[in-house]
């Protein structure tokens, strides 16, 4: 477009000074008509660089989570192929789930032997509560006949071997009084022990139970989010482990992001929700229409790393780095009926904002990004 208005500034040109020759063509009106060219230029250019600027790096990106069992086992079978879409809970892997069913079948009938066991300690409660009331009696009775035998061995009617043996039986009744009566504070301990409804004991096999069936669920591993399973080269046989640098697989989710790099001073007029138009390479002559989600108002010169040293400082007469730039979100935006475009990760290309400033000139930026898809045609290399 730029070369539209300078040829047309040209055939003005043309028209005033040679063929209606209304002003003498000499070196002075040459030097002018070549310096109103360049002036025209240098506006045009910087003006619609501020009012519809452009990006030549615009990215595609996608989330990649690395697929990593929870737990270890031998892979049974392997439900999906590499760069085929996938919904979301659909089944990627499974690994061999013998062991953890046979866990699963321990537990259970250990929280049956539990639930068996915690139905009996009323009985036991009220047993030791039994033992306690015959030891108390027979402690009474034991107390009694060391009394009479010390009544007896004073009136010259007894010897002091009975005084003797029922104090020794007294103080073996009051032992066994001591036992029956810490067996009954115990029965009654398991019998208070509960976790909501449950037992202790019950509760605590319940938790292992319901640990062991999602370590078995996890067994069959299913797809995060709709997308693409890649790198898929896990076969049946191999032996997978949970651990996070040993991934399975790549998956690559559908969602996407479509960010536009700007230097920093193309920012100022640019809004959400103003029209943008991106000329991808994979997509020659075509256009995607976004529009602005957001400005990323961060990069990374902007960040102090956590450290217990104090920062650098830059050197003395040395240059300062390059501004990075910020990232400006693009969604977007579909022809009513038509679905949206499904870009390929990574795809790259370039952009053009349209801000509410100065829309005749918006014109010229659309001719460029338009030139710039038809361009993306040629295939620049030689071998």
């Not at 690994?95 to 259970?108: A, G, N």
């Not at 690559?252 to 943008?276: C, H, M, S, T």
């Not at 038509?338 to 790259?348: I, K």
């Amino acid at each position: 477009m730029l070369e539209i208005i300078i040829g047309g500034y040209c055939a003005l040109v043309w028209l005033i000074f040679i063929k209606l020759k209304w002003f003498p063509w000499n070196i002075k009106t040459q030097v002018g008509a070549a310096t109103g060219a360049l002036a025209l230029a240098a506006t045009i250019i910087f003006t619609i660089n501020v009012v519809t600027p452009s990006s030549s790096d615009v990215r595609v990106i996608n989330y990649v989570s690395e697929i990593v069992p929870r737990v270890a086992g031998t892979v049974a079978r392997v439900a999906v192929e590499g760069n085929t879409l996938v919904k979301k809970g659909d089944v990627l892997l499974e690994i061999d789930s013998t062991p953890y069913r046979l866990r699963v079948k321990e537990l259970e009938a250990r929280l049956a032997d539990a639930i068996a066991s915690a139905k009996t300690l009323k009985q036991d409660l009220d047993s030791a509560k039994s033992s306690t009331q015959s030891a108390q009696a027979h402690l009474e009775l034991m107390n009694k006949r060391l009394q009479e035998a010390q009544v007896l061995a004073k009136a010259g009617a007894g010897n002091q071997y009975d005084v003797e043996h029922f104090r020794t039986e007294v103080k073996k009744a009051e032992s066994a009084l001591a036992t029956a009566k810490s067996g009954e504070a115990k029965a009654q301990i398991r019998l208070d022990a509960t976790i909501g409804p449950d037992q202790a004991s019950v509760a605590q096999i319940k938790a292992q139970l319901e640990s062991a069936r999602y370590d078995l669920s996890s067994t069959i591993i299913r797809a995060p989010a709709d997308g693409y399973a890649i790198n898929v080269a896990v076969r049946p046989g191999n032996y997978l482990v949970s651990m996070p640098f040993k991934p399975a697989l790549s998956f690559v989710e559908r969602e996407q992001r479509i960010l536009a790099f700007f230097d920093q001073n193309e920012l100022r007029y640019i809004q959400p929700g103003d029209k943008a138009e991106i000329a991808f390479q994979v997509l020659p002559g075509q256009l995607v229409k976004a529009k602005v989600d957001s400005i990323v108002w961060a990069n990374g010169q902007g960040q102090l790393m956590q450290s217990g040293q104090v920062p650098n400082a830059p050197l003395e007469m040395a240059p300062a780095p390059l501004a990075q730039k910020y990232a400006v979100k693009l969604v977007p935006v579909a022809a009513e009926g038509a679905a949206p475009a499904v870009l390929p990760m990574g795809a790259r290309g370039g952009a053009a904002v349209y801000t509410e400033k100065l829309a005749p000139l918006h014109l010229l930026r659309m001719v460029m990004i338009r030139a710039q898809s038809l361009f993306n045609y040629l295939v620049l290399k030689l071998h």
